[in-house]
Nanobody
C-alpha cells in the first residue's frame, strides 16, 4: 500500500504561482511511477504530468508544458508540482497518484492504483 497526501492548493489570481506537495508513505516507493491529475467541476480527470520516482524525464500534458514543473525530494518522500502563470482553466481538484504495476509511465487514470484525497486549486481571472 502507498498512502498519498496532497497539500498546497488555494485561491489565486491568474498569473500567480502555487506549489503543490504530495507526501508519500507506505511500501517502498523506489520503483513506482508518480503522476498528477486534475478534475474541473463536471469534467473527467485530466492528466497533468507523470514521472518515474527513480528519475528520468517527466511527461507533461500540452496544456501545462512550460508552466508546470514536477520534482521530488527523495529524502522526504515528497512529490511537488510547481505551477506558474496559472490560468482560470487550471482550476480544479489536483490529485497525486502512484502506479506500482507498470514499468512505463502512463497518462491513463486507470493505470494508477493509489490516489490522494486531492487539493483544490482555484484561479480567478
Amino acid at each position: 500500500q502507498v498512502q498519498l497526501v496532497e497539500s498546497g492548493g488555494g485561491l489565486v489570481q491568474a498569473g500567480d504561482s502555487l506549489r503543490l506537495s504530495c507526501a508519500a508513505s507506505g511500501r517502498t516507493i523506489t520503483n513506482i511511477n508518480m503522476g498528477w491529475f486534475r478534475q474541473a467541476p463536471g469534467k473527467e480527470h485530466e492528466f497533468v504530468v507523470t514521472i518515474k520516482w527513480s528519475g528520468g524525464s517527466p511527461n507533461y500534458a500540452d496544456s501545462v508544458r512550460g508552466r508546470f514543473t514536477i520534482s521530488r525530494d527523495i529524502a522526504k518522500n515528497t512529490l511537488y508540482l510547481q505551477m506558474n502563470s496559472l490560468k482560470p482553466e487550471d482550476t480544479g481538484a489536483y490529485y497525486c497518484a502512484a502506479d506500482a504495476r507498470h514499468s512505463y509511465t502512463s497518462k491513463l487514470r486507470g493505470d494508477y492504483e493509489y490516489w490522494g484525497q486531492g487539493t483544490q486549486v482555484t484561479v480567478s481571472s
